[in-house]
């Protein structure tokens, strides 16, 4: 018998009666990591990374039930071995493995192979079944190295600020963020959105070395913004507040920005591709590694990934979740609630 | 190639006029003086031409790359551009090249006639010397059109600013007749190649649609009102016993009108005339359908030549006597016309005629007959003005009548390309006949990014069927069509076809029992062919 299910609330381990990132509230979450769509409000228990309570407990709320593991840890729940592996994707992101009677099933909520830096790196774990996200599964997402894309916009920084222009980075507040701050910092002081700023708090107090960044209050003059690097959440792109910039030039990150037609449609003044997922060799780097006789293949390019995967002999399906479709800005390029922009809680007109 | 690269990546990413030209200037600053050359061709539509087709490089990428051929199509609609899709599909490069884009275009221009081995080593070679912005490029070189918001305004305005030349002149230049592989940069935009040929056309004046009303224009005895024609704007060369006929896209036209020919004989040398190439017969003007059937041909059958006659509906002169007339006033130079043309008898070469009104009521009352004419309404041209280059705001204006409206639902989307790879961004309409809905026009754009952004939401939630990129829809949203006249067509299931037709509003307080049916749109093409 298989050892996950796809319900309607979301991922169900019957043997061990509990979800994985649920999107409907239950008993007992397991959780791969801290953006919305993968961990929600309601549910009575969670699991997850040690990294990421805090993380969900700011977002969410402070009177969560959390317990955590460390990556390589376990527990047992109803007879089923839980573990962590690390994800990649962003700080305190993990790969869930379950392990009952010798049957080994891996969901990877969302995952990359490069280092950033800052999340601890993408590590394959064999397994008999893996669920596989899909976000960038088509060929022609393929990143360069985090290294060149970061000198892009280092020198993208370094152009602007002598023509009086300041530079805006939009990033999402969890991962992005940090990864930009963790690779940028450096002789540009680098000025953050209170969402960012706030969310910085908690992951420097959990113990990861964040270097220092600048909290924007309405003390920040035009002039200091002007001869750093800001970097604020989606939610703020055609705000008024960076419009009354001096000079502003936005600079979207993101894995979309690959893509000409994308870039254009976001109407940035520049677009780098810097993604938080695994590219397409990423995606089939990962899968063959796992070994796995069985993928299922959620959010992103299913039907085209899946029939790839198929194709290539390794048996596969695509599956409906309700993954990738609020918080994650790189979800959010064709998707429909572009509008809806409700994920950064903190404050965000304050500035 | 890295600075041609870098350009069009500044290009693509400011939707600014002025960010764009100062992207432009400081390349022409930089750049090599033979890639100058290219890239003012490349921008103004002179293209190299193609010695590899397209579907060669498709199938080269996928043999290389060994995608399946679906997965390529899928990548391909996600990426809305086939040079994009190559470009990024490929692995990376082994090596580097320092080769300028007009070595580039040279080699290439090179491969022509040679073997399809030969073809094909060449372009694996150069892949794998290029980065992927680079291999884009090339890729377009090869396939496509540098379709990136440089209007030739703009590419003159930046050439002018670069070189401190008077703009008109540079307009002038660019848009005469010459050879990238022969002209230096300096002989181009000094223009001396212009005064050897010719052919060389003038950059056409353009009006602005008048948003005001003509009441605030002044009195009307100042200005000179025509009928405005909706034909193909065309300029008219005879000059040293040649004769020329460019169109509005800058387009050297003169054997598809055979019409027009015997104005080699009638016209005296040094003349330049302005007007609107349109279907005439017995000097009445007949529909823009009609006038389709003649376009873009190679060849023209007799029946062609019988069924839609060609004739040229003379607005202005630009040259007489071999002199530029266009800075004496437009008074002048009708006076000059009518005198040259005013004495023709020919059926089809008309001076477009004055409509004359005492006061701006009695024009407007006027305009409103301009369909049975087949015009679309009015020209408005200040009589003291010169004939400008380009759009100048202010001296002319064209007063059009209101288009057609029509009340449709949407039952087919289909994504867009290019900037709109990912959105459900081209609709197919239909009216009602009867029990049935029937298409009627597809059309696109006219609406804002966020409207596109909530019709792209309604169609990802209700699409019915699924054909390849097209999504059957619930006929449930209803859109005003406007378009600018209807004709009867065999090709259409609603056996007729709307011209022009774009999507004036979102019609939120509508309910689809609420569009309009064929039957309406029946009795608007019957009133319209009696004037045919």
């Known amino acids: ?8 609330r979301g991922i169900y381990c019957k043997q061990g009666d509990f979800y994985v990132d649920p999107w409907w509230p239950v008993d007992y979450a397991v959780t791969t990591h801290g953006h919305s769509d993968h961990v929600r409000f309601g549910n ?20 969560l039930d959390v317990e955590t593991l460390n990556y390589g840890e376990s527990t047992v729940r109803n007879g089923v071995n839980i573990s962590f592996y690390p994800a990649g994707h962003i700080i305190g992101s993990a790969q869930v493995r379950l392990e009952y009677k010798g049957e080994i099933c891996v969901i990877s909520g969302d995952y990359k192979i490069e280092d950033d830096g800052i999340s601890d790196v993408f590590e394959p774990v064999k397994c008999h079944s893996f669920v596989s996200e899909s976000t960038f599964g088509l060929p022609v997402y393929k990143w360069q190295k985090q290294d060149i894309v970061f000198d892009k916009i280092k020198s993208w920084v370094s152009d602007n600020i002598p023509q009086q222009k300041t530079s805006v980075l939009i990033a999402y507040s969890l991962g992005k963020a940090q990864r930009l701050i963790k690779n940028l910092a450096g002789d540009v002081p680098i000025y953050v959105h209170n969402s960012i700023a706030n969310l910085n708090e908690v992951i420097i107090n959990a113990g990861v070395n964040l270097p220092e960044t600048i909290r924007i209050t309405p003390e920040t003059t035009k ?7 800001v970097i604020v959440p989606p939610a703020m792109r055609d705000s008024r507040w960076i419009k009354n910039l001096s000079h502003p030039v936005t600079g979207i990150c993101s894995g979309w920005m690959q893509v000409r037609a994308h870039r254009r449609w976001q109407s940035a003044d520049a677009g780098f591709a810097l993604s938080d997922h695994a590219d397409w060799t990423g995606l089939m780097d990962a899968i063959t590694a796992t070994g796995a006789e069985k993928v299922y293949v959620t959010h992103g390019f299913t039907a085209a990934f899946s029939r790839f995967l198929n194709d290539e002999g390794i048996e596969s399906e695509e599956v409906m979740t309700k993954f990738g479709q609020e918080d994650d800005e790189e979800n959010k390029v064709d998707l429909i609630d572009t509008e809806n922009l409700n994920t950064e809680t903190e404050n965000q007109t304050s500035v | 190639m890295k600075r041609f690269a870098k350009l069009i990546q500044q290009l693509e990413l400011s939707n600014k006029t002025n960010d764009k030209i100062a992207a432009l200037v400081d390349y022409f600053n930089y750049a090599d003086d033979k890639d100058k050359i290219w890239v003012i061709a490349l921008f103004t539509g002179k293209k190299p031409r193609r010695p590899i087709k397209s579907a060669l490089l498709k199938y080269w990428a996928i043999e290389i790359t060994q995608t399946p051929d679906w997965l390529f199509s899928e990548s391909y609609s996600n990426v809305g551009d086939l040079s994009e899709t190559i470009a990024l599909l490929l692995p ?3 090596n580097t090249s320092d080769f300028q884009l007009h070595k580039w275009i040279e080699d290439l221009h090179d491969l022509e006639g040679k073997d399809d081995e030969t073809k094909k080593s060449f372009i694996l070679n150069a892949w794998n010397t290029l980065e992927t912005q680079e291999r884009f490029i090339f890729n377009k070189l090869i396939s496509g059109n540098f379709r990136i918001g440089v209007s030739n305004k703009m590419l003159v305005n930046a050439l002018a600013k670069q070189s401190s030349l008077d703009s008109a002149q540079i307009m002038h230049s660019i848009m005469g007749k010459w050879n990238p592989y022969e002209i230096t940069f300096t002989e181009l935009i000094n223009g001396t190649h212009v005064n050897t040929d010719n052919s060389w056309p003038y950059p056409f004046c353009l009006a602005y649609a008048l948003e005001q009303e003509p009441e605030k224009l002044g009195d009307i005895s100042e200005w000179q009102a025509e009928w405005k024609w909706d034909g193909i704007r065309g300029q008219i060369v005879k000059r040293n016993g040649e004769l020329f006929i460019w169109s509005r896209g800058e387009e050297l036209v003169t054997e598809q009108f055979p019409e027009l020919h015997f104005l080699i004989d009638v016209l005296p040398d040094g003349v330049v005339l302005d007007g609107e190439i349109l279907a005439v017969q017995e000097k009445q003007v007949l529909s823009f359908s009609t006038l389709q059937q003649r376009l873009n041909r190679k060849t023209i059958s007799k ?18 006597e071999a002199n530029d007339y266009r800075e004496q006033p437009l008074s002048e130079r009708r006076k000059i016309l009518e005198q040259l043309i005013g004495g023709l008898d020919e059926s089809a070469v008309i001076l477009s005629p004055v409509v004359k009104c005492k006061t701006w009521e009695e024009l407007a009352e006027l305009r409103q007959t301009s369909r049975s004419i087949n015009s679309e309404g009015i020209m408005l041209k200040k009589l003291s003005s010169h004939y400008h280059s380009g759009r100048k705001r202010g001296d002319w204006w064209k007063w059009k009548i209101n288009p057609y409206t029509v009340d449709a639902v949407m039952i087919y989307a289909q994504k867009g390309s290019g900037r709109r790879a990912n959105f459900f961004t081209d609709y197919t309409f239909a009216v009602r006949d009867g029990e049935n809905l029937v298409t009627i026009a597809k059309a696109y754009s006219g609406l804002t990014d966020k409207e596109i952004k909530e019709v792209n939401s309604f169609v990802t939630r209700n699409a019915i069927e699924k054909f390849g990129p097209v999504r059957t829809v619930k006929p449930e949203l209803v859109f005003e069509i406007a378009f600018e006249g209807i004709a009867e067509s065999k090709r259409h299931k609603a056996g007729l076809a709307l011209r022009f037709p774009r999507i004036l509003r979102w019609r939120k307080d509508k309910k689809a029992a609420e569009i309009n049916t064929l039957e309406d749109l029946r009795q608007l093409l019957a009133s319209t062919f009696i004037n045919d």
């Open chain 2, 303 to 320: 029946k062609q030549l019988e069924d839609a006659p060609i004739g040229f509906f003379v607005y202005d002169i630009l040259e007489f």
């Open chain 1, 44 to 63: 009575k228990h969670y699991l997850c990374h040690t990294l990421t309570k805090p993380i969900i407990k700011r977002r969410i709320s402070e009177d």
């Open chain 1, 223 to 229: 002039d200091e913004l002007q001869k750093g690097i």
């Open chain 2, 92 to 94: 990376p490069a082994e």
């Open chain 1, 1 to 8: 018998m298989a050892l996950i299910e796809f319900t309607k």
